[in-house]
Protein backbone atom coordinates (compact mmCIF):
# COMPACT_ATOMS: atom_id res chain seq x y z
CA UNK A 1 0.00 0.00 0.00
CA UNK A 2 1.79 3.01 -0.99
CA UNK A 3 2.31 6.10 1.33
CA UNK A 4 -0.71 8.92 0.61
CA UNK A 5 0.97 11.54 -1.43
CA UNK A 6 4.21 8.59 -2.64
CA UNK A 7 5.09 8.72 -6.13
CA UNK A 8 3.54 4.93 -5.85
CA UNK A 9 0.37 6.38 -5.69
CA UNK A 10 0.68 9.18 -8.05
CA UNK A 11 1.14 6.59 -10.56
CA UNK A 12 -2.25 5.43 -11.34
CA UNK A 13 -3.48 9.09 -11.61
CA UNK A 14 -0.48 9.77 -14.32
CA UNK A 15 -1.72 6.86 -16.27
CA UNK A 16 -5.27 7.55 -15.70
CA UNK A 17 -7.60 8.38 -18.78
CA UNK A 18 -7.89 11.70 -19.64
CA UNK A 19 -9.82 13.98 -22.02
CA UNK A 20 -8.92 13.93 -25.22
CA UNK A 21 -6.42 16.84 -26.64
CA UNK A 22 -5.88 19.22 -29.36
CA UNK A 23 -2.12 20.31 -30.79
CA UNK A 24 -2.33 22.65 -33.69
CA UNK A 25 1.38 21.98 -34.69
CA UNK A 26 3.64 24.85 -35.16
CA UNK A 27 6.43 22.86 -36.56
CA UNK A 28 6.45 24.54 -40.02
CA UNK A 29 5.58 28.19 -38.30
CA UNK A 30 8.21 30.55 -37.37
CA UNK A 31 8.42 31.47 -33.83
CA UNK A 32 7.77 35.08 -33.63
CA UNK A 33 8.33 35.66 -29.85
CA UNK A 34 10.07 35.34 -27.03
CA UNK A 35 6.54 34.28 -25.09
CA UNK A 36 5.59 31.83 -27.74
CA UNK A 37 9.46 30.44 -26.95
CA UNK A 38 8.91 30.16 -23.12
CA UNK A 39 5.35 28.30 -23.25
CA UNK A 40 7.04 25.83 -25.84
CA UNK A 41 9.74 24.84 -23.29
CA UNK A 42 7.35 24.95 -20.50
CA UNK A 43 5.00 22.45 -21.87
CA UNK A 44 7.40 20.31 -24.16
CA UNK A 45 7.94 17.71 -21.28
CA UNK A 46 4.25 17.32 -20.68
CA UNK A 47 3.35 17.16 -23.96
CA UNK A 48 6.92 14.70 -25.00
CA UNK A 49 4.98 12.42 -21.75
CA UNK A 50 1.67 12.74 -23.48
CA UNK A 51 2.77 11.64 -26.47
CA UNK A 52 4.02 8.65 -25.71
CA UNK A 53 1.24 7.47 -23.69
CA UNK A 54 -0.77 7.96 -26.32
CA UNK A 55 -2.69 5.05 -27.39
CA UNK A 56 -4.67 6.43 -30.69
CA UNK A 57 -3.62 9.89 -32.47
CA UNK A 58 -6.18 11.25 -34.91
CA UNK A 59 -4.34 13.29 -36.94
CA UNK A 60 -6.61 15.74 -39.08
CA UNK A 61 -5.29 17.73 -41.96
CA UNK A 62 -1.61 17.18 -41.28
CA UNK A 63 1.03 15.66 -43.68
CA UNK A 64 2.49 13.56 -40.70
CA UNK A 65 6.24 14.79 -41.58
CA UNK A 66 9.09 13.94 -39.90
CA UNK A 67 8.80 16.72 -37.96
CA UNK A 68 5.56 16.10 -36.30
CA UNK A 69 6.58 12.99 -35.30
CA UNK A 70 7.01 10.40 -38.04
CA UNK A 71 6.18 7.72 -35.46
CA UNK A 72 8.82 8.71 -32.77
CA UNK A 73 7.07 11.23 -30.67
CA UNK A 74 4.10 8.29 -30.85
CA UNK A 75 5.26 5.17 -31.65
CA UNK A 76 2.91 3.00 -29.47
CA UNK A 77 -0.33 4.44 -30.79
CA UNK A 78 -2.16 3.52 -33.67
CA UNK A 79 -2.36 6.47 -35.66
CA UNK A 80 -5.19 8.07 -37.92
CA UNK A 81 -4.41 10.19 -40.35
CA UNK A 82 -7.13 12.39 -41.91
CA UNK A 83 -5.91 14.11 -44.80
CA UNK A 84 -6.81 14.87 -48.68
CA UNK A 85 -3.77 13.55 -49.97
CA UNK A 86 -2.10 10.88 -47.58
CA UNK A 87 1.11 9.10 -48.25
CA UNK A 88 2.21 5.83 -46.55
CA UNK A 89 5.64 6.24 -46.44
CA UNK A 90 6.38 10.02 -45.83
CA UNK A 91 9.94 11.34 -45.10
CA UNK A 92 11.70 7.62 -44.90
CA UNK A 93 9.24 6.52 -42.61
CA UNK A 94 5.36 4.59 -42.13
CA UNK A 95 2.99 7.99 -41.54
CA UNK A 96 0.11 6.51 -40.00
CA UNK A 97 -1.56 2.91 -39.30
CA UNK A 98 -5.00 4.23 -41.00
CA UNK A 99 -5.77 6.75 -43.83
CA UNK A 100 -8.81 8.68 -44.11
CA UNK A 101 -8.45 10.43 -47.23
CA UNK A 102 -10.71 13.17 -46.71
CA UNK A 103 -11.04 16.67 -46.69
CA UNK A 104 -10.44 17.48 -42.59
CA UNK A 105 -13.61 18.97 -42.15
CA UNK A 106 -15.72 16.38 -43.46
CA UNK A 107 -13.22 13.66 -42.32
CA UNK A 108 -13.63 14.73 -38.81
CA UNK A 109 -17.82 14.88 -39.08
CA UNK A 110 -17.49 11.16 -40.78
CA UNK A 111 -15.86 10.10 -37.65
CA UNK A 112 -18.10 11.81 -35.07
CA UNK A 113 -21.27 10.92 -37.23
CA UNK A 114 -19.45 7.18 -36.47
CA UNK A 115 -18.67 8.07 -32.62
CA UNK A 116 -22.34 8.70 -32.19
CA UNK A 117 -23.75 5.94 -33.34
CA UNK A 118 -21.83 3.63 -31.03
CA UNK A 119 -21.15 5.82 -28.01
CA UNK A 120 -24.83 7.69 -28.57
CA UNK A 121 -25.44 10.91 -30.22
CA UNK A 122 -23.15 13.76 -28.42
CA UNK A 123 -22.23 10.83 -25.67
CA UNK A 124 -18.12 11.08 -24.91
CA UNK A 125 -16.90 8.29 -24.01
CA UNK A 126 -17.13 8.25 -20.20
CA UNK A 127 -13.27 7.64 -19.75
CA UNK A 128 -12.68 10.86 -22.13
CA UNK A 129 -13.61 13.12 -18.65
CA UNK A 130 -14.18 16.31 -21.05
CA UNK A 131 -13.91 18.32 -18.09
CA UNK A 132 -10.40 17.23 -16.95
CA UNK A 133 -8.05 19.93 -17.16
CA UNK A 134 -11.40 21.98 -17.86
CA UNK A 135 -10.43 26.11 -17.64
CA UNK A 136 -7.01 25.99 -17.06
CA UNK A 137 -4.35 26.29 -19.29
CA UNK A 138 -1.85 24.28 -20.56
CA UNK A 139 0.82 25.19 -19.09
CA UNK A 140 -1.04 24.80 -15.36
CA UNK A 141 -1.66 21.35 -17.13
CA UNK A 142 1.87 21.01 -17.61
CA UNK A 143 3.15 22.01 -13.88
CA UNK A 144 0.48 19.92 -12.68
CA UNK A 145 1.60 16.55 -14.39
CA UNK A 146 5.34 17.76 -13.73
CA UNK A 147 4.05 17.80 -10.02
CA UNK A 148 2.34 14.63 -10.19
CA UNK A 149 5.65 13.14 -11.97
CA UNK A 150 8.44 14.38 -9.82
CA UNK B 1 1.42 51.48 -74.20
CA UNK B 2 3.05 49.32 -71.00
CA UNK B 3 5.85 47.70 -70.64
CA UNK B 4 6.03 44.03 -70.08
CA UNK B 5 6.93 44.26 -66.23
CA UNK B 6 3.55 46.68 -65.39
CA UNK B 7 1.94 43.57 -67.20
CA UNK B 8 3.69 40.99 -64.93
CA UNK B 9 3.02 43.29 -61.86
CA UNK B 10 -0.73 43.46 -62.42
CA UNK B 11 -0.84 39.81 -63.04
CA UNK B 12 0.97 39.08 -59.97
CA UNK B 13 -2.00 41.70 -57.83
CA UNK B 14 -4.98 39.83 -59.94
CA UNK B 15 -3.92 36.39 -58.67
CA UNK B 16 -4.52 37.90 -54.95
CA UNK B 17 -0.71 38.80 -54.48
CA UNK B 18 -1.40 42.00 -51.78
CA UNK B 19 2.19 41.91 -50.39
CA UNK B 20 5.65 41.29 -51.43
CA UNK B 21 8.75 40.98 -49.70
CA UNK B 22 11.77 41.64 -51.84
CA UNK B 23 15.35 42.24 -51.93
CA UNK B 24 15.81 44.41 -55.40
CA UNK B 25 18.59 44.17 -58.21
CA UNK B 26 19.16 44.61 -61.66
CA UNK B 27 17.30 41.28 -62.33
CA UNK B 28 14.02 42.34 -60.37
CA UNK B 29 14.19 46.01 -59.81
CA UNK B 30 11.24 47.37 -62.24
CA UNK B 31 9.15 44.14 -61.66
CA UNK B 32 9.23 45.30 -58.06
CA UNK B 33 8.77 49.06 -58.24
CA UNK B 34 5.37 48.35 -60.58
CA UNK B 35 4.43 46.24 -58.29
CA UNK B 36 5.37 48.55 -55.70
CA UNK B 37 3.00 51.18 -57.44
CA UNK B 38 0.12 49.51 -57.68
CA UNK B 39 -2.96 50.25 -55.58
CA UNK B 40 -3.49 47.99 -51.63
CA UNK B 41 -0.35 46.38 -52.07
CA UNK B 42 2.59 46.61 -49.81
CA UNK B 43 6.31 45.85 -50.28
CA UNK B 44 7.95 44.74 -47.45
CA UNK B 45 12.17 45.15 -48.60
CA UNK B 46 14.50 43.04 -46.71
CA UNK B 47 18.46 42.71 -46.04
CA UNK B 48 18.71 38.90 -47.39
CA UNK B 49 17.11 37.08 -49.50
CA UNK B 50 16.83 34.36 -47.36
CA UNK B 51 14.84 36.33 -45.13
CA UNK B 52 12.46 37.43 -48.04
CA UNK B 53 11.22 33.77 -48.74
CA UNK B 54 11.06 33.22 -45.04
CA UNK B 55 9.17 36.41 -44.24
CA UNK B 56 6.64 35.22 -47.31
CA UNK B 57 6.65 31.93 -45.36
CA UNK B 58 5.12 33.27 -42.21
CA UNK B 59 3.01 35.85 -43.88
CA UNK B 60 1.62 32.92 -45.40
CA UNK B 61 1.24 30.80 -42.28
CA UNK B 62 -0.23 33.78 -40.34
CA UNK B 63 -3.12 35.25 -43.02
CA UNK B 64 -3.45 32.14 -45.24
CA UNK B 65 -2.79 34.34 -48.33
CA UNK B 66 -0.69 33.71 -51.44
CA UNK B 67 2.89 34.21 -50.20
CA UNK B 68 5.36 36.70 -52.48
CA UNK B 69 8.60 37.28 -53.05
CA UNK B 70 11.19 38.84 -55.06
CA UNK B 71 15.16 38.39 -55.83
CA UNK B 72 17.78 38.88 -58.25
CA UNK B 73 19.22 36.71 -60.23
CA UNK B 74 22.52 34.42 -59.80
CA UNK B 75 23.77 35.60 -56.43
CA UNK B 76 20.60 36.91 -55.66
CA UNK B 77 18.44 33.60 -56.31
CA UNK B 78 21.35 31.14 -55.01
CA UNK B 79 20.55 32.52 -51.26
CA UNK B 80 17.43 31.19 -51.39
CA UNK B 81 19.01 27.13 -50.38
CA UNK B 82 17.79 27.37 -47.31
CA UNK B 83 14.38 29.12 -47.14
CA UNK B 84 13.18 27.71 -50.18
CA UNK B 85 13.58 23.94 -48.71
CA UNK B 86 11.92 25.10 -45.77
CA UNK B 87 8.81 26.03 -47.59
CA UNK B 88 8.63 23.31 -50.24
CA UNK B 89 8.82 20.73 -46.98
CA UNK B 90 6.28 22.84 -45.54
CA UNK B 91 3.59 22.04 -49.14
CA UNK B 92 3.36 26.21 -48.96
CA UNK B 93 1.99 28.01 -51.65
CA UNK B 94 4.54 30.56 -52.46
CA UNK B 95 6.03 32.46 -56.09
CA UNK B 96 9.33 33.72 -55.79
CA UNK B 97 9.49 37.05 -58.47
CA UNK B 98 13.30 36.13 -59.92
CA UNK B 99 15.48 37.98 -62.48
CA UNK B 100 17.81 35.76 -65.36
CA UNK B 101 20.35 36.96 -66.69
CA UNK B 102 19.90 38.79 -69.92
CA UNK B 103 19.21 36.50 -72.45
CA UNK B 104 20.10 38.46 -75.28
CA UNK B 105 23.60 39.37 -73.62
CA UNK B 106 26.49 37.68 -75.11
CA UNK B 107 28.24 37.25 -71.52
CA UNK B 108 27.16 37.96 -68.24
CA UNK B 109 29.07 37.95 -65.10
CA UNK B 110 25.91 36.83 -62.73
CA UNK B 111 24.35 34.27 -65.31
CA UNK B 112 24.21 30.67 -63.51
CA UNK B 113 21.62 27.83 -64.31
CA UNK B 114 19.04 28.55 -61.68
CA UNK B 115 16.77 25.57 -62.83
CA UNK B 116 18.48 23.03 -60.56
CA UNK B 117 19.65 25.11 -57.72
CA UNK B 118 16.08 25.63 -57.33
CA UNK B 119 14.23 22.18 -58.32
CA UNK B 120 16.91 21.10 -55.98
CA UNK B 121 15.18 22.58 -52.90
CA UNK B 122 12.03 20.69 -53.93
CA UNK B 123 10.27 23.82 -55.54
CA UNK B 124 9.17 24.32 -58.94
CA UNK B 125 11.47 26.43 -61.88
CA UNK B 126 9.60 28.04 -64.49
CA UNK B 127 11.89 29.39 -66.95
CA UNK B 128 9.81 32.00 -68.78
CA UNK B 129 11.56 32.91 -71.73
CA UNK B 130 9.03 33.88 -74.48
CA UNK B 131 7.48 37.16 -74.48
CA UNK B 132 4.07 36.42 -75.92
CA UNK B 133 3.50 33.53 -73.44
CA UNK B 134 4.86 35.53 -70.52
CA UNK B 135 1.52 35.54 -68.84
CA UNK B 136 0.89 32.14 -69.29
CA UNK B 137 4.07 31.55 -67.33
CA UNK B 138 2.40 33.75 -64.91
CA UNK B 139 -0.51 32.02 -64.52
CA UNK B 140 1.02 28.53 -64.48
CA UNK B 141 3.38 29.02 -61.65
CA UNK B 142 0.13 30.41 -59.57
CA UNK B 143 -2.02 27.19 -60.21
CA UNK B 144 1.31 25.04 -59.47
CA UNK B 145 1.57 27.04 -55.81
CA UNK B 146 -1.74 26.91 -55.11
CA UNK B 147 -3.57 24.05 -56.73
CA UNK B 148 -0.08 21.95 -55.61
CA UNK B 149 0.87 23.59 -52.80
CA UNK B 150 4.30 24.22 -53.59
CA UNK B 151 6.63 27.36 -53.66
CA UNK B 152 7.67 28.17 -57.53
CA UNK B 153 9.89 29.94 -58.82
CA UNK B 154 9.22 31.89 -61.64
CA UNK B 155 12.97 32.94 -63.56
CA UNK B 156 12.42 35.87 -66.17
CA UNK B 157 15.06 37.32 -68.02
CA UNK B 158 15.32 40.74 -66.90
CA UNK B 159 15.90 42.18 -70.74
CA UNK B 160 12.66 40.58 -71.23
CA UNK B 161 11.00 42.44 -68.64
CA UNK B 162 11.90 45.66 -70.41
CA UNK B 163 9.76 44.88 -73.63
CA UNK B 164 6.90 46.68 -74.28
CA UNK B 165 3.59 44.70 -73.79
CA UNK B 166 1.89 44.61 -77.13
CA UNK B 167 -1.34 42.70 -75.97
CA UNK B 168 -4.35 44.01 -74.57
CA UNK B 169 -6.01 40.81 -73.60
CA UNK B 170 -7.33 40.81 -70.00
CA UNK B 171 -5.62 38.51 -67.74
CA UNK B 172 -7.09 35.05 -66.86
CA UNK B 173 -6.18 34.13 -62.91
CA UNK B 174 -5.05 30.74 -62.68
CA UNK B 175 -8.27 30.41 -60.10
CA UNK B 176 -10.56 29.79 -63.59
CA UNK B 177 -8.61 26.37 -64.49
CA UNK B 178 -8.40 24.65 -60.76
CA UNK B 179 -10.89 21.66 -61.42
CA UNK B 180 -14.10 21.69 -58.85
CA UNK B 181 -13.56 18.91 -57.50
CA UNK B 182 -15.91 19.65 -53.92
CA UNK B 183 -14.48 18.46 -50.99
CA UNK B 184 -13.45 14.94 -50.50
CA UNK B 185 -15.49 12.64 -48.97
CA UNK B 186 -13.88 9.63 -46.87
CA UNK B 187 -14.39 5.49 -47.05
CA UNK B 188 -16.78 4.55 -44.83
CA UNK B 189 -15.11 1.71 -44.24
CA UNK B 190 -12.16 3.20 -43.44
CA UNK B 191 -13.78 5.53 -41.28
CA UNK B 192 -15.47 2.82 -39.43
CA UNK B 193 -12.03 1.27 -38.86
CA UNK B 194 -11.02 4.58 -37.42
CA UNK B 195 -14.45 4.91 -35.38
CA UNK B 196 -13.74 1.29 -34.22
CA UNK B 197 -9.92 2.17 -32.84
CA UNK B 198 -11.51 5.60 -31.36
CA UNK B 199 -14.03 3.88 -29.25
CA UNK B 200 -11.40 1.50 -27.83
CA UNK B 201 -8.47 4.33 -27.04
CA UNK B 202 -7.68 4.90 -23.54
CA UNK B 203 -5.54 8.07 -24.35
CA UNK B 204 -6.31 9.63 -27.30
CA UNK B 205 -5.05 12.46 -28.93
CA UNK B 206 -5.78 14.60 -31.30
CA UNK B 207 -3.50 16.37 -33.54
CA UNK B 208 -4.33 19.45 -36.01
CA UNK B 209 -2.50 20.78 -38.65
CA UNK B 210 -2.98 23.34 -41.44
CA UNK B 211 -5.38 21.47 -43.72
CA UNK B 212 -7.68 21.65 -40.31
CA UNK B 213 -7.54 25.77 -40.62
CA UNK B 214 -7.73 24.89 -45.23
CA UNK B 215 -11.45 22.63 -44.31
CA UNK B 216 -12.79 26.03 -42.71
CA UNK B 217 -12.59 24.65 -38.85
CA UNK B 218 -13.84 26.98 -36.24
CA UNK B 219 -14.87 27.24 -32.69
CA UNK B 220 -17.84 24.85 -31.74
CA UNK B 221 -21.09 27.50 -31.23
Same mark, same amino acid.
Given at each position: ??? !???????? !????? !?????? &??? @? @?????????? @???? @?????????? &??SADVVLAVGTSLSYYVGGGHYFAKACTIQVDDAPRGLRDGQKAADIYVKSDALVGVEAILVGLDKVLGSGQTDPRWDPHEGAGTSHRDRARRFDAVRD | MSKLYEALAEAFLA??? +???????? +?? =? /?HWTTAFAHLPGVQTIHVRHEHCAVAAATAYHSATGKIAAASVTCGPGLSQLMTALPAAARAR?? /??VFAGEAPINAKFYNQYIDQAPLVTATGAHY??? *????? /?? +??????? *????? $???????????????? $???? =?QPYETSAIYYPKVGRIHPDPVIVAEAVERLKAAKRPIILGGRGVLRAGARKPC
Open positions: MPA !PGSRAEAQ !PTVAA !PCSPTL &FLH @A @ASLTITSLRS @AALA @ATSRRWRMEL &FQ | EGV +DTQFALMG +DG =N /MLP /MVIAA *HSVPR /ML +DHVREAF *HIAKY $ERRPVVLGIPYDLQKV $EHTS =N
